[in-house]
Nanobody, 119 residues
């Protein structure tokens, strides 16, 4: 089992910045990817940004150029630096970890942290 603990988030004005952090503990071997998803009220959970084991990153089009995801493999942490925040970025942000053991994929989620951007 893997446990994910998130920190950061909060309330910020439009144009401001926030930084989210997530630390993984437990059975953290065979991590294939770590990243962030978000879910706004009344909407489905969506990908924000992920980092694969080899360092390749993947971003949602809506955050490209504004958000930066980074990962520390030694510490099993993933961070999300969010700049130029917009009201439409308001959502609960969830840390995500994908573990791949041979062909067996396991997905873990953090408890979520609220990000609110005021206009």
């Amino acid at each position: 089992q893997v446990q994910l603990v998130e920190s950061g988030g909060g309330l910020v004005q439009a144009g401001g910045s926030l930084r989210l952090s997530c630390a993984a503990s437990g059975s953290t071997a065979y991590i294939n990817a770590m990243g962030w998803y978000r879910q706004a009220p009344g909407k489905q959970r969506e990908l924000v940004a992920t980092v694969l084991q080899g360092g390749r990153t993947n971003y949602a089009d809506s955050v490209k150029g504004r958000f930066t995801v980074s990962r520390d493999n030694a510490k099993n942490t993933v961070n999300l630096q969010m700049n130029s925040l917009k009201p439409e970025d308001t959502a609960v942000y969830y840390c995500n970890l994908e573990q791949l053991i041979w062909s067996n994929k396991r997905i873990y989620w953090g408890q979520g942290t609220q990000v609110t951007v005021s206009s």
